[in-house]
Protein backbone atom coordinates (compact mmCIF):
# COMPACT_ATOMS: atom_id res chain seq x y z
CA UNK A 1 0.00 0.00 0.00
CA UNK A 2 1.68 3.38 -0.80
CA UNK A 3 1.45 5.62 1.90
CA UNK A 4 0.84 9.59 0.60
CA UNK A 5 1.07 12.15 2.14
CA UNK A 6 1.14 15.26 -0.33
CA UNK A 7 -1.21 16.34 -3.60
CA UNK A 8 2.28 16.12 -5.63
CA UNK A 9 2.52 12.43 -4.75
CA UNK A 10 -1.41 11.11 -5.30
CA UNK A 11 -1.06 12.94 -8.52
CA UNK A 12 1.84 10.87 -9.51
CA UNK A 13 0.50 8.02 -8.34
CA UNK A 14 -2.72 8.14 -10.20
CA UNK A 15 -0.82 9.58 -13.33
CA UNK A 16 1.18 5.97 -13.22
CA UNK A 17 -2.00 4.07 -12.82
CA UNK A 18 -3.52 5.62 -16.12
CA UNK A 19 -6.11 3.21 -17.54
CA UNK A 20 -7.01 1.29 -14.18
CA UNK A 21 -9.81 2.53 -12.43
CA UNK A 22 -9.55 4.42 -8.67
CA UNK A 23 -12.34 4.14 -6.50
CA UNK A 24 -11.84 6.40 -3.71
CA UNK A 25 -13.05 5.88 0.18
CA UNK A 26 -13.00 9.54 1.70
CA UNK A 27 -12.53 9.51 5.46
CA UNK A 28 -11.53 10.83 8.75
CA UNK A 29 -9.93 8.00 10.09
CA UNK A 30 -10.48 6.53 13.11
CA UNK A 31 -12.08 3.69 10.78
CA UNK A 32 -14.60 1.21 11.68
CA UNK A 33 -16.47 -1.68 9.95
CA UNK A 34 -19.14 0.98 7.78
CA UNK A 35 -15.57 2.14 6.27
CA UNK A 36 -14.52 -1.12 5.31
CA UNK A 37 -17.30 -1.93 4.05
CA UNK A 38 -16.89 1.36 1.78
CA UNK A 39 -13.08 0.09 0.84
CA UNK A 40 -14.94 -3.80 0.34
CA UNK A 41 -17.29 -2.04 -2.46
CA UNK A 42 -14.56 -0.15 -3.91
CA UNK A 43 -12.55 -3.38 -4.27
CA UNK A 44 -15.02 -5.10 -5.97
CA UNK A 45 -15.72 -2.15 -8.30
CA UNK A 46 -12.06 -0.86 -9.20
CA UNK A 47 -8.75 -1.69 -10.47
CA UNK A 48 -7.32 0.25 -7.57
CA UNK A 49 -8.78 1.43 -3.79
CA UNK A 50 -7.75 4.91 -2.55
CA UNK A 51 -8.79 5.82 1.10
CA UNK A 52 -8.28 9.39 2.04
CA UNK A 53 -8.09 9.69 6.23
CA UNK A 54 -8.27 13.63 6.91
CA UNK A 55 -9.95 15.22 9.72
CA UNK A 56 -11.35 18.06 8.09
CA UNK A 57 -11.34 20.78 10.17
CA UNK A 58 -13.54 23.17 7.93
CA UNK A 59 -16.59 21.19 8.47
CA UNK A 60 -16.53 21.65 12.39
CA UNK A 61 -18.15 24.46 13.89
CA UNK A 62 -16.71 23.99 17.20
CA UNK A 63 -12.80 24.37 17.40
CA UNK A 64 -13.31 22.07 20.63
CA UNK A 65 -15.22 19.40 18.49
CA UNK A 66 -12.24 19.31 15.88
CA UNK A 67 -9.51 18.44 18.68
CA UNK A 68 -11.20 15.88 20.64
CA UNK A 69 -12.13 13.95 17.38
CA UNK A 70 -11.00 10.65 17.72
CA UNK A 71 -7.65 9.24 15.83
CA UNK A 72 -5.40 6.61 15.55
CA UNK A 73 -3.55 6.52 12.66
CA UNK A 74 -1.28 3.66 13.40
CA UNK A 75 -4.49 1.45 13.48
CA UNK A 76 -6.39 3.21 10.54
CA UNK A 77 -3.06 2.25 7.99
CA UNK A 78 -2.85 -1.36 9.46
CA UNK A 79 -6.63 -2.05 8.81
CA UNK A 80 -6.47 -0.21 5.19
CA UNK A 81 -3.15 -2.55 4.59
CA UNK A 82 -5.21 -5.78 6.03
CA UNK A 83 -8.16 -4.87 3.36
CA UNK A 84 -6.07 -4.41 0.54
CA UNK A 85 -6.39 -0.69 -0.11
CA UNK A 86 -3.69 0.20 -2.39
CA UNK A 87 -2.98 4.11 -1.36
CA UNK A 88 -4.22 5.26 1.66
CA UNK A 89 -3.30 9.46 1.64
CA UNK A 90 -3.56 11.18 5.13
CA UNK A 91 -3.14 14.77 4.35
CA UNK A 92 -2.04 17.47 6.66
CA UNK A 93 -4.35 20.09 7.04
CA UNK A 94 -1.31 22.91 5.58
CA UNK A 95 -1.26 20.72 2.36
CA UNK A 96 -5.23 20.99 2.09
CA UNK A 97 -5.77 24.55 3.23
CA UNK A 98 -2.59 25.97 2.38
CA UNK A 99 -1.54 29.64 3.77
CA UNK A 100 -4.05 32.77 1.70
CA UNK A 101 -6.52 29.52 0.86
CA UNK A 102 -10.09 31.44 0.09
CA UNK A 103 -12.38 29.78 -2.03
CA UNK A 104 -15.19 27.11 -1.25
CA UNK A 105 -18.33 25.04 -2.65
CA UNK A 106 -21.16 25.76 -1.42
CA UNK A 107 -24.19 23.62 -2.18
CA UNK A 108 -27.17 25.63 -1.68
CA UNK A 109 -31.03 24.63 -0.83
CA UNK A 110 -29.56 20.39 -0.22
CA UNK A 111 -27.68 22.12 2.66
CA UNK A 112 -30.04 24.15 4.50
CA UNK A 113 -32.26 21.94 6.36
CA UNK A 114 -31.42 18.88 8.86
CA UNK A 115 -27.92 18.85 9.71
CA UNK A 116 -27.10 22.22 8.05
CA UNK A 117 -29.55 24.09 10.27
CA UNK A 118 -27.71 22.26 13.56
CA UNK A 119 -24.56 22.35 11.99
CA UNK A 120 -23.90 25.48 9.86
CA UNK A 121 -21.15 25.68 7.31
CA UNK A 122 -21.09 22.02 7.99
CA UNK A 123 -21.74 21.44 4.53
CA UNK A 124 -19.65 24.09 3.32
CA UNK A 125 -16.32 21.82 4.59
CA UNK A 126 -17.69 18.83 3.43
CA UNK A 127 -18.42 20.18 -0.43
CA UNK A 128 -15.28 21.75 -0.74
CA UNK A 129 -12.78 18.86 1.41
CA UNK A 130 -14.78 16.59 -1.30
CA UNK A 131 -14.52 18.82 -4.33
CA UNK A 132 -10.52 19.30 -3.88
CA UNK A 133 -9.87 15.53 -2.96
CA UNK A 134 -11.67 14.79 -5.93
CA UNK A 135 -9.01 17.21 -8.23
CA UNK A 136 -6.49 15.68 -6.37
CA UNK A 137 -7.15 11.89 -6.75
CA UNK A 138 -9.18 11.76 -9.97
CA UNK A 139 -10.79 8.59 -8.89
CA UNK A 140 -13.81 7.24 -11.16
CA UNK A 141 -15.98 6.17 -8.69
CA UNK A 142 -16.46 7.35 -4.52
CA UNK A 143 -17.92 5.71 -1.55
CA UNK A 144 -19.98 7.48 0.55
CA UNK A 145 -21.89 5.50 3.70
CA UNK A 146 -25.64 6.16 3.63
CA UNK A 147 -25.13 6.62 7.46
CA UNK A 148 -24.72 10.46 6.76
CA UNK A 149 -27.26 10.73 3.74
CA UNK A 150 -27.52 14.20 3.74
CA UNK A 151 -24.32 14.26 2.70
CA UNK A 152 -24.46 11.76 0.22
CA UNK A 153 -27.40 14.23 -1.06
CA UNK A 154 -25.18 17.60 -1.33
CA UNK A 155 -22.02 15.40 -2.79
CA UNK A 156 -24.35 13.60 -5.29
CA UNK A 157 -25.87 17.62 -6.43
CA UNK A 158 -22.70 19.01 -6.22
CA UNK A 159 -21.26 16.60 -8.76
CA UNK A 160 -23.92 16.60 -11.26
CA UNK A 161 -24.09 21.07 -11.11
CA UNK A 162 -20.14 20.95 -11.46
CA UNK A 163 -20.23 18.35 -14.28
CA UNK A 164 -17.18 15.70 -11.98
CA UNK A 165 -16.96 12.85 -13.63
CA UNK A 166 -16.70 10.81 -10.44
CA UNK A 167 -20.05 8.47 -10.17
CA UNK A 168 -21.36 8.58 -6.48
CA UNK A 169 -21.91 5.09 -4.88
CA UNK A 170 -23.94 5.29 -1.84
CA UNK A 171 -22.98 2.13 0.25
CA UNK A 172 -25.91 0.96 2.91
CA UNK A 173 -25.01 2.13 6.45
CA UNK A 174 -23.29 -1.31 8.49
CA UNK A 175 -24.79 -1.32 12.23
CA UNK A 176 -23.81 -3.04 15.11
CA UNK A 177 -25.60 -6.04 16.11
CA UNK A 178 -28.59 -4.38 18.69
CA UNK A 179 -29.00 -2.16 15.48
CA UNK A 180 -27.07 0.74 16.70
CA UNK A 181 -25.54 2.51 13.00
CA UNK A 182 -21.55 2.16 13.35
CA UNK A 183 -19.72 5.57 13.55
CA UNK A 184 -16.80 7.21 14.91
CA UNK A 185 -18.11 9.33 17.34
CA UNK A 186 -19.65 5.96 19.05
CA UNK A 187 -16.14 6.41 20.45
CA UNK A 188 -17.93 9.05 22.91
CA UNK A 189 -20.56 6.91 24.50
CA UNK A 190 -20.12 5.76 28.28
CA UNK A 191 -21.58 2.32 28.57
CA UNK A 192 -24.39 2.91 29.92
CA UNK A 193 -25.29 5.58 27.19
CA UNK A 194 -24.25 2.33 24.99
CA UNK A 195 -26.94 0.54 25.66
CA UNK A 196 -29.76 3.81 25.41
CA UNK A 197 -28.33 4.21 21.88
CA UNK A 198 -30.41 1.71 19.56
CA UNK A 199 -33.24 3.57 20.46
CA UNK A 200 -32.74 6.07 18.05
CA UNK A 201 -32.54 3.78 15.16
CA UNK A 202 -35.86 1.37 16.58
CA UNK A 203 -37.83 4.84 16.65
CA UNK A 204 -37.02 6.01 13.09
CA UNK A 205 -38.06 1.97 12.09
CA UNK A 206 -41.34 2.56 13.64
CA UNK A 207 -42.12 5.13 11.93
CA UNK A 208 -41.00 4.35 9.10
CA UNK A 209 -43.02 1.50 9.21
CA UNK A 210 -46.50 3.55 10.43
CA UNK A 211 -45.91 5.79 7.34
CA UNK A 212 -45.43 2.69 5.16
CA UNK A 213 -48.45 1.20 6.07
CA UNK A 214 -50.67 4.48 5.33
CA UNK A 215 -50.12 5.99 8.91
CA UNK A 216 -50.30 9.87 9.49
CA UNK A 217 -46.42 11.53 8.93
CA UNK A 218 -46.58 13.89 11.45
CA UNK A 219 -47.96 11.66 14.02
CA UNK A 220 -45.24 8.87 12.85
CA UNK A 221 -42.46 11.60 13.43
CA UNK A 222 -43.85 13.20 16.59
CA UNK A 223 -43.79 9.37 18.31
CA UNK A 224 -40.24 8.84 17.17
CA UNK A 225 -39.38 11.57 18.94
CA UNK A 226 -40.67 11.05 21.97
CA UNK A 227 -39.86 7.49 22.34
CA UNK A 228 -36.26 8.93 21.60
CA UNK A 229 -36.90 11.47 24.48
CA UNK A 230 -37.86 8.56 26.58
CA UNK A 231 -34.83 6.78 25.90
CA UNK A 232 -32.84 8.62 27.53
CA UNK A 233 -31.74 10.55 25.22
CA UNK A 234 -31.02 14.86 25.77
CA UNK A 235 -31.91 17.23 22.93
CA UNK A 236 -33.45 15.93 19.98
CA UNK A 237 -32.26 18.10 17.10
CA UNK A 238 -34.62 16.53 14.25
CA UNK A 239 -36.86 13.82 13.42
CA UNK A 240 -38.47 14.73 9.83
CA UNK A 241 -39.91 12.67 7.11
CA UNK A 242 -38.15 13.73 3.47
CA UNK A 243 -38.17 13.42 0.23
CA UNK A 244 -35.32 10.45 -0.37
CA UNK A 245 -33.63 12.73 -3.54
CA UNK A 246 -34.17 16.29 -2.19
CA UNK A 247 -34.74 15.98 1.07
CA UNK A 248 -37.56 18.36 0.67
CA UNK A 249 -40.35 17.71 3.20
CA UNK A 250 -42.55 14.87 2.83
CA UNK A 251 -45.36 15.68 0.15
CA UNK A 252 -47.60 12.12 0.26
CA UNK A 253 -47.03 8.74 0.70
CA UNK A 254 -46.28 8.15 -3.18
CA UNK A 255 -42.99 9.53 -2.84
CA UNK A 256 -39.71 7.98 -1.44
CA UNK A 257 -39.13 8.78 1.34
CA UNK A 258 -36.50 8.75 4.03
CA UNK A 259 -36.59 9.75 8.03
CA UNK A 260 -33.61 11.18 9.33
CA UNK A 261 -33.47 12.05 12.88
CA UNK A 262 -30.10 13.76 14.94
CA UNK A 263 -30.11 13.76 18.84
CA UNK A 264 -27.73 14.06 21.67
CA UNK A 265 -26.77 11.06 23.76
CA UNK A 266 -23.98 11.98 26.45
CA UNK A 267 -21.18 13.53 24.67
CA UNK A 268 -22.21 12.15 21.61
CA UNK A 269 -24.44 13.72 18.92
CA UNK A 270 -25.83 10.42 17.22
CA UNK A 271 -27.56 10.70 13.54
CA UNK A 272 -29.28 8.32 11.82
CA UNK A 273 -31.80 7.73 9.11
CA UNK A 274 -33.92 4.76 7.45
CA UNK A 275 -35.83 4.26 4.28
CA UNK A 276 -39.40 4.11 4.36
CA UNK A 277 -40.73 1.16 2.33
CA UNK A 278 -42.74 1.30 -0.25
O1 LIG B 1 -18.03 11.36 6.10
C1 LIG B 1 -16.90 11.79 6.42
O2 LIG B 1 -16.12 11.11 7.07
C2 LIG B 1 -16.48 13.19 6.01
O3 LIG B 1 -17.55 14.07 6.07
C3 LIG B 1 -15.80 13.23 4.61
C4 LIG B 1 -16.77 12.82 3.52
C5 LIG B 1 -14.59 12.32 4.61
C6 LIG B 1 -15.33 14.66 4.31
O4 LIG B 1 -14.43 15.11 5.24
Known amino acids: MYELTTVD ?5 RRADEGATWGLVP ?3 FLHDGHLALVERARRENDRVAVSLFVNPTQFGQPEDLERYPRDPERDLALLREAGADVAFSPAPEEIYPSGFQTYVNVEEVSLPLE ?22 MPDFAMFGEKDYQQLAVIRRMVADLNIPVDIIGVATVREADGLAMSSRNAYLMPEERSKAPALFKAISGAADAISKGGDVAAAVAAAREKIRDAGFGKVDYVEARHAETLAPLGSHDEPGRILAAAQL ?7 NVAIPR
Open 9 to 13: EVRRR
Open 27 to 29: TMG
Open 116 to 137: GASRPGHFRGVATVVAKLFLQC
Open 266 to 272: GRARLID
